[in-house]
């Protein structure tokens, strides 16, 4: 059965690998982290108050999105590409995040629009994003690897548990479940989020490292959202903000501990002990 597993799993690798579909799969990450940071998380983002440590830790789902799409971007360039090419996919990141570093900072000269400025929390991330891959493009660590996939397959059960809720309290007071447009489309969305955090991982091991990185992430990520109040919006009144706040730092112990368990158990330096019979 393991053996089919495997096979199953290589086949999903080779598909994921075609580059056409790599290239679609960022393309439509990134179109996601623009619609998500313009429209979901567009009040908190553009407003002032909102402090700048902060911003890394609100827009969750369009950030490990593509966070998760880039992430995949380099394991395959590690696996796959010729020498030369991760050279070059390198290159064409550091020019990426050069220019979106040089967007970010137009945002601050003087006699930019309002509408302008308040787009600074958006292409910030953008720009750090990109740098942090420019960097490690040839080499990514696996904490950071870890990281990312882990806010995919966090942040897609995040969102998939709001919108049952969402469909229970509906179904309770109209007779039958409410499945609005964005209800099923940003279902089959992070169903797709959560999906991706689970390939990237097939192509990794996690480590203690990436399971102390996740804890420290995601525990500072959940006293933000939840301790300091800047939790995505939702509809208060149909989806319980405590069992939505206890269900995802339930993740978050949960995918630490299955992180830690699998380190584990595959921990190369890990020794092996033997029995001798008397």
Known sequence: M????AHWVERGKRLIENPQLMTLLVVLDLAAYFAGLMFWYGNVMTDPATPMWAWPFIPDCPLFGLLGGLGLLMVIAQRRWTAVAQEQGQRLMWIAALIALAVWLSTYVPGASDGWKQQEA????????LLIVAICFRR??????GIFAFGQIKYGIWTITAWLLYWRSTAEILGSPNFSFDSIS?????IGLAAQGIVLLTYFRP?????WAALLWFGVSD???YGLGFYPAIP???VSLEVVQWSTITVTVVLVALYWLYSISFDPIRPVTTQTQR
Request: glycine share 6%.
């Open 207 to 211: 480590t203690r490292g990436a399971a």
């Open 223 to 225: 006293f933000v959202d």
């Open 236 to 238: 208060r009144q149909l």
């Open 122 to 129: 958006m292409f910030a991330l953008l720009s750090w994003v």
């Open 2 to 5: 393991a053996t089919g597993v």
């Open 140 to 145: 990514p660590p696996v904490w950071l690897l």
């Open 186 to 190: 940003m279902t089959i969305a992070h």
